[in-house]
């Protein structure tokens, strides 16, 4: 059973448009979101994170929600550009549970 | 640079062979991971280890087998029990295991094609 969902595998955006990926999870255990970006064959990259008692992080052109009553957060990139042309990983921890990744969403700018 | 080394990136293995796969980390973190990524699967934890000479079972360690007899050094074997070994296999780190705030920090990754 996946405790966290990214139900979408890929999305298309212009560049200078805003890409918005999303995630939902399961376990109300989670306290903690991660969201890491990954090129092809190389190692995954850590992004942008979140705590349970804030609703929202900014870093830049990149900030999460999260919104614990549905049990959903999302990252907002903007402005879009092509070198966030990647695979994108939602990831989620609490409690001592390891952390879960979501399967990954492909995010594709294009220029 | 602090970091994590993964080595090699390629290796290609004949069936029936073990192999290793090193993965060495100097950010003095306690914590060290085991993941494989398969097309459409994300990230599934092979082996963890929170501290020296201790690890423990992730999600699909049949086959596999790890040591971890220096906090830097956390070496993946592949053995020929392990029916689809073909995928790229991550080594990642962190400050403490599975407490909440801790990021995981991942190397480069190693391809390992069976032939």
């Known amino acids: 059973d996946q405790q966290v969902k990214q139900n979408s595998p890929s999305l298309s955006v212009q560049e200078g448009r805003i890409s918005i990926l999303n995630c939902d999870y399961t376990n109300s255990m989670f306290d903690y979101f991660l969201w890491y970006k990954k090129y092809p064959a190389e190692g995954p990259t850590f992004l942008i994170s979140i705590s349970s008692i804030k609703d929202k992080n900014e870093d830049g052109r990149f900030t999460v929600f999260l919104n614990k009553s549905a049990k959903h957060l999302s990252l907002h990139i903007v402005p879009s550009q092509p070198g966030d042309s990647a695979v994108y990983f939602c990831a989620a921890q609490g409690g001592s549970e390891k952390l879960v990744f979501g399967k990954g969403m492909k995010l594709t700018v294009n220029p | 640079d602090g970091g994590i080394t993964q080595s090699p990136k390629y290796l290609f293995r004949k069936e029936g062979q073990n192999v290793t796969l090193s993965c060495e980390q100097n950010l003095n973190h306690d914590a060290m991971y085991w993941y494989r990524q398969d097309p459409g699967q994300g990230l599934r934890l092979i082996y963890y280890?929170?501290?020296?000479?201790?690890?423990q079972k992730g999600d699909i360690a049949e086959g596999y087998s790890v040591s971890r007899e220096k906090k830097e050094s956390f070496p993946l074997t592949v053995t020929s029990a392990q029916k689809n070994p073909t995928a790229f296999y991550l080594c990642?780190?962190?400050?403490?295991?599975?407490?909440?705030?801790?990021?995981?920090?991942f190397g480069e990754g190693s391809w390992l094609t069976v032939v």
């Open positions: 280890s929170q501290i020296v000479n201790d690890f």
């Open positions: 990642a780190s962190s400050i403490g295991s599975w407490v909440s705030g801790n990021t995981i920090y």
